[in-house]
């Protein structure tokens, strides 16, 4: 069994900045994918951020230049800048080890 626990949402202004982070516990194998998807109110969920154990990354074409996703051990981070309104949704980590394991979701909302 896996748990993931997601930090790091919030409120936050056009440009601003957020951190999100996820800590991955349990009984583990090896972790071959971690990373983030997201989902806006009457849509589907999509990738955002993603990277591999041997750290290669896969972005979203909306979120390239403006994120960044690492990872240390069990946790993944998605650090975002210039956030936009359109990046407002319920943002999910997401992890691949035996199988996929999904976050229970933090919000992040972009609004002055």
């Known amino acids: 069994q896996v748990q993931l626990v997601e930090s790091g949402g919030g409120l936050v202004q056009p440009g601003g900045s957020l951190r999100l982070s996820c800590v991955a516990s349990?009984?583990?194998?090896?972790?071959?994918?971690m990373g983030w998807y997201r989902q806006a109110p009457g849509k589907e969920r999509e990738l955002v951020a993603i990277?591999?154990?041997?750290?290669n990354t896969n972005y979203a074409d909306s979120v390239k230049g403006r994120s960044t996703v690492s990872r240390a051990k069990n946790t993944v981070y998605l650090q975002m800048n210039s956030l936009k309104p359109e990046d407002t949704a319920v943002y999910y980590c997401y992890v691949v080890s035996d199988v996929q394991y999904w976050g229970q979701g933090t919000q992040v909302t972009v609004s002055s």
């Open positions: 349990g009984t583990i194998f090896s972790i071959n994918v």
């Open positions: 990277i591999s154990s041997s750290g």
